[in-house]
């Protein structure tokens, strides 16, 4: 089985790489190649993997040494973040929408040449869905509810989505979406995804370094740990199709579980774990570009249909939040290591 990663070296793409190197099966199938396609290739042990081939440059460019071989299954991550393609229109129809349909029709040509039909996995995200004024957002979420995007990301991951449904409907390859929650908390430096925050409200101070939250502290959001997102990922990637419990039943999108928090929730929770020194070091300063943002997405989803398929949310942000200190102890700061939980807490 020849597996591709776009976005193979972004954080998400080495967690789904690192799982797959550990297991070296898929669908229970044996891994003979594992290509990981990035525009940037660091230094990273995956490399030197003798299952890892590495494809470096825009993936849209680079179409031809990602197919020089039959690909089974693609997992595309790589794509631009919502504050970018906010701030610059043009680069995120460039990077999710040209470049997605670009594997697309490099997929279908596979497959109309003879070659074996791919499974591919779209990495869509809960920014499809928005409080459109005509049409308020429901006070619970699921597949049923009708997408009105709110920011031209969320507009480009629901095109991408209904490419993939027509190309799927056709033959020309075996889609399927997962729709992932705001992953919290990543390690690593800032990006320019408006949720950002989310991860930098907890990071920054673990490191002993000052954070703001752009947000007011009552704005509830919907999470996932890395672990639990990695976890989605490939679950949704190899279930198989068909009715029943643990089939992947039609092509319907599928939201990745989601634990429901408030920003003040996650900083409680910070004081509790990390101390009062840590958690000073976060302030608020209200950012109306990103609260607009972030607060058109829904927080409370219905989880039955990922529950269906094994998936459970994170039971709450304590725990996310040790999973973090526990991956990244080397980035905490030693004064903001984890207190001893306390009887009822």
């Not at 869509?124 to 308020?136: E, K, M, Q, R």
């Not at 969320?154 to 390859?173: H, N, P, S």
Request: hydrophobic letters at 45%; glycine letters at 8%; one cysteine or more.
């Amino acid at each position: 089985m020849r597996i591709v990663i776009t976005g193979g070296f972004g954080f998400l793409g080495r967690q789904v790489a690192g799982a797959l190197l550990t297991t070296r099966r898929l669908r229970g199938v044996p891994i003979d190649r594992l290509v990981l396609a990035d525009r940037v290739v660091p230094s990273d042990p995956s490399v030197a993997d003798p299952l890892v081939e590495v494809v470096q440059g825009d993936v849209a460019d680079r179409l031809d040494e990602v197919f020089a071989q039959p690909v089974d299954v693609l997992i595309h991550l790589a794509s631009a973040v919502s504050a970018e393609c906010e701030a610059d229109f043009d680069l995120g129809m460039s990077a999710n929408v040209d470049t997605t349909r670009a594997l697309l029709e490099a997929a279908r040509a596979q497959s109309a040449a003879g070659g074996p039909t791919p499974r591919v996995l779209f990495s869509s995200s809960v920014a499809v869905y928005g409080s459109d004024p005509a049409l308020p957002l429901p006070p619970v979420v699921s597949e049923a509810t009708l997408p009105t995007p709110r920011s031209s990301y969320g507009i480009q991951k629901l095109v991408c989505e209904q490419l993939i449904a027509d190309y799927t409907r056709r033959g020309f390859i075996d889609g399927r979406v997962a729709r992932l929650m705001t992953v919290s908390v990543r390690p690593g430096k800032p990006n320019a995804a408006a949720s950002g925050f989310l991860s930098g409200i907890i990071r920054e101070p673990l490191a002993g370094l000052p954070a703001t939250c752009p947000v007011r502290p009552d704005l509830r959001v919907a999470l996932a740990s890395p672990r639990r997102t990695v976890e989605g990922i490939l679950r949704i990637a190899e279930v198989e199709r068909g009715a029943g419990p643990g089939l992947l039943d039609g092509g319907v999108p599928v939201n990745l579980p989601a634990l429901t928090v408030s920003v003040a929730d996650m900083l409680t929770t910070l004081r509790r774990v990390a101390g009062d020194a840590v958690a000073d070091l976060v302030t608020t300063a209200p950012d109306p570009g990103v609260e607009a943002i972030v607060g058109s997405w829904p927080a409370d989803f219905d989880n039955a249909r990922a529950a269906a398929l094994g998936l459970e949310p994170d039971p709450d942000f304590a725990s996310v939040m040790r999973q973090y200190l526990a991956d990244h102890a080397a980035a905490v700061v030693a004064g903001a290591s984890p207190r001893p939980e306390r009887p009822g807490r």
